[in-house]
């Protein structure tokens, strides 16, 4: 059997722990979903399902591709000898730009659309 280097040792390590993170938080969510879901009215439970979809939204919408183009800016970077930090701190700076942008909309918005809707009498 062929010896691990560390190298391979420590990317295992990473990516099971990233892993076990992941699932553990996602089947909390799933698990908190169904006690909260459960004791909701109707008029609150579409109330929940609007705000969970409108998150989703502002979570995909604030990173736009952004994310995964830092893999083309990481090459480009390594080749050029330049800093990869600065291409990060830049996709970070406009993910929460994008995020608070996008949450002032739906601050300004949500009201108004849910009184709209009949909401403002739970």
Do not use: C, N
């Not at 099971?16 to 909701?40: C, D, E, K």
């Not at 609150?44 to 830092?70: K, R, W």
Request: glycine share 10%; net charge positive.
């Amino acid at each position: 059997m062929a010896r691990l280097s560390p190298r391979a040792k420590r990317w295992i390590g990473l990516l099971g722990a990233y892993f076990t993170a992941q699932s553990l938080t996602q089947l909390a969510g799933i698990l908190a979903g169904v006690l909260v879901v459960r004791h909701l009215s109707v008029d609150e439970f579409a109330l929940y399902t609007l705000a969970s979809s409108v998150t989703a939204l502002l979570a995909i919408a604030s990173d736009l591709g952004s994310t995964s183009s830092l893999l083309h800016f990481y090459r480009g970077a390594e080749a050029r000898g330049e800093r990869f930090a600065d291409y990060v701190g830049a996709v970070l700076d406009l993910r929460r730009t994008a995020f608070a942008v996008g949450s002032l909309a739906l601050l300004v918005a949500a009201p108004w659309v849910g009184a709209a809707r009949g909401f403002g009498r739970l």
